[in-house]
């Protein structure tokens, strides 16, 4: 009894020894790696607002090559048709004659009136058509969104050759004749929409569609009657 003796409780040990420190980075070490390769991939919102951005400004771009080279081929095209015809004209003949309207000289010979009476105020008015002509497509196939529309669709061509009938059938001058087809153009379009705004149920755009095609017949009809 007397010669044993109780064995000493071990203190406890409130810091990591070096040994123990080793342990625990090498658990920890998978759970950072795992944190670093999650930060370091990439957003998918991210990339994509950046593949976004890089697409629209090479759009951008094309555009705005596209829309110079056609004002360059504008230019080219005006340039020609006022230098070929039955009269022909040089580049020279054509810079006197324009330094001459500038400075306010009358005109001389036949230069100035080929020029300024006969060819630039066509070209100029086949311009102001073709244009005219190209924001009507426009506008026509944003609204329907097919690139393959015409103003058939709505009747607008039917109805506008209908006003120019009745203008020649009431012998009015020309001006008289394309005031009476732009108003029934107009009134064609008018109707259609007030036919398809009664209908409901339906697919608006359909519906559109049928009424123009149904008032176009009807001004066909009236114009060959």
């Known amino acids: 009894m007397h010669g044993y003796s109780r064995p000493r409780p071990r203190p406890l040990i409130f810091f990591a020894t070096p040994s123990r420190r080793k342990a625990d980075a090498q658990c920890l070490q998978p759970s950072r790696n795992s944190r670093t390769q999650r930060r370091r991939q990439p957003d998918p919102m991210v990339e994509g607002t950046h593949v976004t951005r890089t697409r629209g400004t090479v ?4 555009r705005v090559g596209v829309l110079g080279g056609l004002a360059v081929a504008l230019v080219v095209l005006v340039a020609a048709a006022a230098l070929i015809g039955a009269y022909p004209l040089s580049p020279g003949d054509i810079v006197q004659a324009l ?7 009358p005109p001389r010979g036949q230069i ?3 020029l300024f009476e006969v060819r630039l105020p066509r070209v100029f008015a086949a311009v102001i058509v073709g ?3 190209a924001a009507a497509g426009a506008a026509y196939q944003s609204l329907f969104r097919n690139p393959l529309v015409s103003p058939d669709i ?11 009938v009745i203008g020649i059938f009431l012998s ?3 001006a008289g004749i394309q005031f009476a087809a732009f108003i029934m153009g107009l009134a064609t379009v008018g109707l259609v929409y007030s036919i398809a705004s009664v209908v409901h149920g339906r697919e608006p755009l359909l519906v559109l569609v049928l009424a123009g095609v149904v008032v176009g017949a009807l001004a066909g009809a009236a114009i060959s009657s």
């Open 112 to 114: 100035d009136t080929v």
């Open 99 to 105: 330094a001459r309207r500038l400075a306010g000289a």
């Open 131 to 133: 244009a005219a002509l």
């Open 154 to 164: 709505l009747g607008v061509s039917t109805g506008a050759g209908l006003g120019a």
């Open 59 to 62: 759009l951008g771009s094309t």
């Open 172 to 174: 009015l001058p020309v």
